[in-house]
């Protein structure tokens, strides 16, 4: 992992309790999956432009994927720690988590709070995208 890579992951587990809230952008107030990859990306230093007003529901992971990749990050074929990734989950519904150590942080509708939780997940994954710069180290 690189470091920005393990900055993402400390500042997506920083989030872990925050209460779910759609569109939210501040743990305080409450996070969505945007929100916390918002979180993730800011924590490690990213100033680039963060989607906003997304429709995750429709089944558009083509704009999603888009963005993302305007965005200036660099996408990836396999998902590793400090990553984001992008999850059909099924029903037109899309999913952001960021890949951590063992599992995801996510924000999770049902239980009504960011989690983390262990293992592989169980969505079909779209893409994933990771900071650019300092792969090397």
Known sequence: MTRRDRAVVAAARCAIGARFRVQGRDPAFGLDCMGVVAVALRGAGYVGAIPRNYALRGGRSAEIVARFDAAGLERGATPMPGGIALFDTG????????IVPGGIVH????LRRVVERPGPPPWALVGCWHLQDDRGE
């Open 107 to 110: 924000a999770d509708a049902m």
């Open 91 to 98: 029903c037109g519904q899309l999913h952001l988590a960021v």
